[in-house]
């Protein structure tokens, strides 16, 4: 199996999407708020939600402040 370097891995925007239904469960409509009330840099964390590729530290950071395990996150994917 080739992978075409030049189109985003569709499993990259399913953990965005997750992440995004996370934060709007927590109440936040806008992704800056959550990021500023998390001191998470804005601007990365809209990345995150975008799709763009995320290192692991950054989402073990997010399940921190989610409260939720790997397993639990990666189940409904």
Do not use: W
């Not at 975008?50 to 189940?75: M, P, V, Y």
Request: charged share 25%; no cysteine; proline share 4%.
């Amino acid at each position: 199996m080739t992978e075409d370097a030049t189109q985003p891995d569709p499993r990259l925007k399913q953990i965005a999407q997750k992440l995004k239904q996370l934060r709007i469960a927590k109440g936040y409509s806008s992704y800056e708020a959550f990021a500023f009330d998390h001191e998470l840099p804005r601007v990365g964390y809209g990345r995150h939600e975008q799709g763009s590729n995320l290192t692991l530290k950054s989402l073990l950071r997010l399940l921190d402040i989610h409260q939720l395990s790997l397993a639990e996150f990666f189940a409904e994917l």
